[in-house]
T-cell receptor
């Protein structure tokens, strides 16, 4: 079946511009996550959506970052007034989010953002 | 100090050798321990996970967790060139948020 998809795969923007990154999770997955991976670094948690609950925004680095999830499916990560330090790969993951104690997160291929 | 520390490598080994990877962590609340493999320009994929301390084996891969020393390991036996990738350890407590190490780049030379 289809995995997690993200668009665009690459985005080059100028400093100060706003960007929107999109994530389509696996159908039926109730949990959705955004991570950021800077060059040569591990993944940094940004935000987590679980069903209709309020999202866990504890990883967002500044108020320039926001995310929404419409209809419990597709999610958009928005970065306003981009800065050069925002350049990274932004990865989305989804999981079943059910009652199991371990829910495997399935990752998309990421969006590579370059801020000039 | 990062919650999960991992040597960035690169780690270069000849084909057929054993690859030994490890991470240390600081948060005693972590209960699940995972290893992900990430190929260049791809998203990470889960290799193995373990709950609490102990060993887990899956084919050529063995994961070990020692909670007393907060140390987790991954061993790859009979390494193949196709194992060349970045390996990320990850941990989580009771919730769903993962905390990752920085990743170790592995190169298996034919």
């Amino acid at each position: 079946g289809a995995g997690v998809s993200q668009s665009p795969s690459n985005k080059v923007t100028e400093k100060g511009k706003d960007v929107e990154l999109r994530c389509d999770p696996i159908s039926g997955h109730t949990a959705l996550y955004w991570y950021r991976q800077s060059l040569g670094q591990g993944l940094e948690f940004l935000i987590y959506f679980q069903g209709n609950s309020a999202p866990d925004k504890s990883g967002l680095p500044s108020d320039r970052f926001s995310a929404e999830r419409t209809g419990g499916s597709v999610s958009t990560l928005t970065i306003q007034r981009t800065q050069q330090e925002d350049s990274a790969v932004y990865l989305c993951a989804s999981s079943g989010g059910g009652a199991q104690s371990f829910n495997e997160q399935f990752f998309g291929p990421g969006t590579r953002l370059t801020v000039l | 100090q990062k919650e999960v520390e991992q040597d960035p490598g690169p780690l270069s080994v000849p084909e057929g050798a054993i690859v030994s990877l490890n991470c240390t962590y600081s948060n005693s609340a972590f209960q699940y321990f995972m290893w992900y493999r990430q190929y260049s320009r791809k998203g990470p994929e889960l290799l193995m996970y373990t709950y609490s301390s102990g060993n887990k084996e899956d084919g050529r891969f063995t994961a070990q967790v020692d909670k007393s020393s907060k140390y987790i390991s991954l061993f790859i036996r009979d390494s193949q060139p196709s194992d060349s990738a970045t390996y990320l350890c990850a941990t989580k407590a009771a919730g769903n948020k993962l905390t990752f190490g920085g990743g170790t780049r592995v190169l298996v030379k034919p």
